[in-house]
Nanobody, 128 residues
Framework: QVQLVESGGGLVQAGGSLRLSCAAS????????MGWFRRAPGKEREFVAA????????YYADSVKGRFTISRDNAKNTVYLQMNSLKPEDTAVYYC?????????????????????WGQGTQVTVSS
């Protein structure tokens, strides 16, 4: 069983930066793929970024590529999302997710249904 808790959300001005953290329970997290998704008002949850269990493979949505960076510290059982050059359209609830089968994948999945455990979400609001 994996429990995920996001933190670091808040209000930031356009052009600013924010770092989200996802603290996970379970020593086996290092075997899992991890991802970040977000849900904006009126939209379905969409993929943001993912990282493989080894940390050697990452994948980003086109909308955030070059601005966001996903990373993980398996020793701390934590995944991060560094968000730079934030835009108002980045405003959303951000969710951390764990892909158990990701331990058997050679890539970081962007597919929502691949993820088995989800955090409660943290609100990110970017003002102009």
């Amino acid at each position: 069983q994996v429990q995920l808790v996001e933190s670091g959300g808040g209000l930031v001005q356009a052009g600013g930066s924010l770092r989200l953290s996802c603290a996970a329970s379970g020593r086996t997290l290092m075997w899992y793929g991890m991802g970040w998704f977000r849900r904006a008002p009126g939209k379905e949850r969409e993929f943001v970024a993912a990282i493989s269990g080894s940390g050697g493979s990452t994948y980003y949505a086109d909308s955030v590529k070059g601005r966001f960076t996903i990373s993980r510290d398996n020793a701390k059982n934590t995944v991060y999302l560094q968000m730079n050059s934030l835009k108002p359209e980045d405003t959303a609830v951000y969710y951390c997710a764990a892909d158990v089968a990701g331990g058997s994948r050679w890539y970081a999945s962007q597919v929502l249904n691949d993820y088995d455990y989800w955090g409660q979400g943290t609100q990110v609001t970017v003002s102009s």
